[in-house]
C-alpha cells in the first residue's frame, strides 16, 4: 500500500504542492484545488496546503490546468501568503470582501 494514502480516493489528499518562482515574474504552482478569485494585483488559490495568496502588479493567468492542478501566474510578484490558522483574521477579511 502506498505510504501517502489515507483511505480518501480524493486524488488531492495526496498530491504534491510545489511554488516554482522565476526571477519574480513567473510563478507554477502545483497542487492547486481551485482559483478562489484574481485580479490584476491578487490571486487567492485553494492548494492542497490551505489558501495561498498571490499579491503583485500586472498580475495574469498564463496557464490553468485544472486536472492537473496546475496554475502558472505572470507579473511582478511581491508576495505569498498562506493564509490558514495562523493568519485567521486575515483570511477572514480577505473573504469578507469577496462576499460583499
Request: hydrophobic share 35%.
Amino acid at each position: 500500500m502506498n505510504q501517502y494514502y489515507d483511505g480518501n480516493k480524493d486524488k488531492t489528499s495526496y498530491q504534491e504542492h510545489d511554488v516554482i518562482m522565476r526571477g519574480r515574474k513567473l510563478l507554477d504552482i502545483t497542487g492547486v484545488k481551485q482559483v478562489e478569485s484574481f485580479d490584476n494585483e491578487e490571486f487567492l488559490l485553494e492548494t492542497v496546503m490551505g489558501i495561498l495568496s498571490v499579491r503583485g502588479q500586472n498580475l495574469q493567468m498564463k496557464n490553468l490546468d485544472v486536472d492537473k492542478g496546475i496554475v502558472s501566474i505572470k507579473g511582478k510578484v511581491f508576495d505569498l501568503v498562506y493564509l490558514d490558522e495562523h493568519n485567521s483574521e486575515k483570511a477572514k477579511g480577505l473573504f469578507s470582501k469577496l462576499f460583499r
